[in-house]
């Protein structure tokens, strides 16, 4: 089992930063890939960054030279780091782990408010 924990999020205005955090805890070993995905009110669920244990990143389009993943291997800890916020990345983000055997892990989620 792993458990994810995501802290940092909060109200900004528009131009500001944030950074996330994600600690997990647990069978931490067996994680593959990290990512955080957001949702906004209305809208389905969607994958804004991952990394994987190969030190892979990959995002979204649209928040490319704007958000950064990385990762605390030593302490388990994923960070998105934020810049140049839009109104429309307000969302709840939310932390996902994939684990082998094509199991996946979900944190509770973290508000993110941008303010215009």
């Known amino acids: 089992q792993v458990q994810l924990v995501e802290s940092g999020g909060g109200l900004v205005q528009a131009g500001g930063s944030l950074r996330l955090s994600c600690a997990a805890s647990?069978?931490?070993?067996?994680?593959?890939?990290m990512a955080w995905y957001r949702q906004a009110p209305g809208k389905q669920r969607e994958l804004v960054a991952d990394t994987t244990s190969g030190g892979t990143t990959n995002y979204a389009d649209s928040v490319k030279g704007r958000f950064t993943i990385s990762r605390d291997n030593a302490k388990n800890i994923v960070y998105l780091q934020m810049n140049s916020l839009k109104s429309e990345d307000t969302a709840v983000y939310y932390c996902?782990?994939?684990?082998?055997?094509?199991?996946?892990?979900w944190g509770q989620g973290t508000q993110v408010t941008v303010s215009s």
């Open positions: 647990g069978s931490t070993r067996s994680i593959t890939r």
């Open positions: 996902k782990a994939d684990a082998y055997f094509r199991v996946t892990y």
